[in-house]
């Protein structure tokens, strides 16, 4: 019984073989696969099935053992996946979600020992400079570092944030830059919360989980008090931690969403 099903699977080969050679010389671009199975009964039966030239090889072979085949399904196959949809696949994966954490800190205590200065150009005080060595430490053993800065480009908050950077590894690591916008805009009334949206969900990348903005009263207190839905005080070197109600995918949702008031961190007194 052996020796008639293993005849009757070589003249199955005998014919693929012969229709293969003649698909082959119809289509150059391309070759053929031979798969088999078999079914529950035992009969064996063979597909032949187009793949592309280049990710494929031919299966066939001279000799083929009847008692290779099983009664459960076995088969040979060749796949070609195409390397662009798989790429095109992952690039349109959707981000995951997570919470968004929003830091919203003052500049240290600046100096006015020299008057000649414009507000814009006057430096920390010791006192500023300890606050900003403080309060970095504070949050990074909190695990509140930023992996984007957006600091206004006064020299009060650039100095708070250089020796934030000394302080702690971490903020030296994130991106920083630096807005004239986050200077001006705090000193209109009702403009910095809605300022500090755009500008957070036009730069944040959706992989940063925590961005710190660094700018100055009135408005950096307006903005904590109208994201936390609660009056908030930020007195110099204050750091208002703000996370989102629920994971998002991106910075436009949390927003959107709104954000409640973790706490607001103080640096220790000189």
Not at 228 to 248: C, D, F, I, M, Q
């Amino acid at each position: 019984m052996d020796v008639l099903r293993g005849n009757a699977v070589s003249q199955h080969i005998s014919v693929i073989s012969s229709t293969s050679a003649q698909a082959s010389a119809k289509l150059p671009q391309s070759k053929l696969s031979i798969s088999h199975s078999s079914s529950l009964h035992g009969s064996s039966f063979f597909a032949l099935q187009r793949i592309p030239f280049a990710q494929s090889t031919l299966l066939a072979s001279s000799h083929f053992e009847p008692s290779s085949i099983k009664s459960t399904h076995s088969s040979v196959t060749c796949s070609a996946s195409s390397p662009s949809s798989s790429t095109s696949s992952s690039s349109r994966k959707t981000p995951s979600a997570k919470t968004r954490r929003l830091i919203l800190l003052r500049h240290a205590k600046s100096s006015w020992d020299d008057p000649s200065l414009i507000d814009h150009d006057r430096p920390l005080s010791s006192r500023g400079k300890h606050g900003a060595k403080s309060i970095a430490k504070k949050l990074a053993r909190l695990g509140w570092t930023p992996s984007l800065i957006l600091c206004s480009d006064a020299t009060r908050t650039r100095e708070t944030l250089d020796i934030m950077r000394e302080a702690e590894d971490g903020f030296a690591e994130a991106e920083a830059r630096f807005l004239g916008s986050f200077y001006s805009v705090a000193a209109m009334d009702g403009q910095t919360a809605r300022h500090l949206h755009e500008t957070v969900v036009r730069l944040a990348p959706e992989f940063a989980d925590t961005v710190m903005c660094m700018g100055h009263n009135r408005g950096w207190e307006e903005a904590a008090s109208e994201f936390a839905g609660e009056w908030v005080e930020l007195k110099t070197a204050n750091a208002a931690l703000l996370e989102s109600k629920r994971p998002h995918a991106d910075w436009g949702t949390a927003f959107g969403d709104g954000w409640e008031l973790v706490k607001v961190l103080k640096p220790d007194e000189k």
